[in-house]
C-alpha cells in the first residue's frame, strides 16, 4: 500500500480526520467500527483506510488493532483545519446569505474542502473573526489550536440551575428546527424546573415555555452557568 503525504489529503481522508477528532474529543480512542457507522462504509474499508493514514510520512492516526485510532500532530492538524474550514463557512453562510442553522451542515459539508487558505482568512476577517459558529460551536483559531469549551451539558443540570444555552452539538436538520421552535438556540436563558431520576428527564423552563426534555437532547445542550 503506498504511503500517503500531506500533498494527498483527499476529501475523504480529510472527513476520516474530522470524525476521528470528533470521537476522541474526550480522549477516547475511535474504534473501527464507530467510524464505519460515522462515514457509513464497511468497517474492513476503514481498516484499510487507518492503516494507510498510519503509513503515511508524516504518519496521520496512530493504530493498534482492537485498541482504535487516534491523531498524531499532523492529522490533529490537518483535522482542525478542515473544521474550522466547516464552522467558518457556517457562519458566513448565515451571516451573509442568509441560510437559518439547519440548513447550513450539508452546504459546509461540500465547501469545507474547496476553499482556500486566501478564502478562509477574507471570510475570518469580513466576519469580525467569530469565535463560534450558528450553533455555538467553537471555531478553531488560524494557528490551528482549539479553543477551550467552559461550558456545562445541560443533562449535568439540576433543579433550580440556571444559565445561557452556549452550544448546540447536532448537524440533524429537524432536531435543529424543533429546537428552535423551544427557543433553545444560543444565547437563550433556561431554568431546570424538574429532573426524574428514573429516565433523566429534564423539566426546564425558556421564556414562557416549559417543556420535558430527554437525554437525547440534554447531552447535545451545553450550558454557561449562571
Not at 113 to 135: N, Q
Request: aromatic fraction near 4%; hydrophobic fraction near 35%; include cysteine.
Amino acid at each position: 500500500m503506498k504511503p500517503l503525504t500531506q500533498k494527498t489529503l483527499t476529501i475523504s481522508i480529510q472527513d476520516y480526520l474530522k470524525h476521528i477528532y470528533e470521537l476522541t474529543e474526550n480522549g477516547e480512542n475511535a474504534s473501527t467500527n464507530a467510524l464505519a457507522r460515522k462515514l457509513r462504509i464497511s468497517a474492513p474499508s476503514v481498516t484499510g483506510m487507518v492503516q494507510k493514514m498510519a503509513s503515511a510520512k508524516p504518519a496521520l492516526v496512530e493504530y493498534q488493532k482492537h485498541q482504535g485510532v487516534t491523531l498524531t500532530k499532523e492529522g490533529r492538524r490537518a483535522a482542525l483545519e478542515v473544521i474550522r474550514h466547516h464552522r467558518l463557512l457556517e457562519a458566513w453562510l448565515v451571516q451573509t446569505l442568509g441560510y437559518s442553522w439547519d440548513e447550513v451542515h450539508e452546504e459546509a459539508e461540500r465547501l469545507e474542502h474547496v476553499i482556500s487558505e486566501d478564502f478562509e482568512r477574507r471570510i475570518a476577517a469580513a466576519m469580525g473573526h467569530p469565535l463560534r459558529d450558528p450553533h455555538g460551536e467553537l471555531i478553531p483559531t488560524a494557528d490551528l489550536k482549539m479553543p477551550i469549551e467552559d461550558s456545562t451539558p445541560l443533562s449535568a443540570l439540576r433543579p433550580t440551575q440556571t444559565g445561557t444555552i452556549q452550544c448546540v452539538k447536532a448537524a440533524d436538520t429537524g432536531l435543529l428546527r424543533y429546537l428552535e421552535s423551544l427557543g433553545l438556540v444560543p444565547g437563550a436563558q433556561i431554568e431546570v424546573k424538574e429532573y426524574s431520576p428514573f429516565d433523566h428527564n429534564l423539566t426546564v423552563k425558556v421564556g414562557r415555555k416549559t417543556t420535558v426534555l430527554g437525554m437525547n437532547i440534554t447531552s447535545k445542550i451545553y450550558i454557561e452557568e449562571s
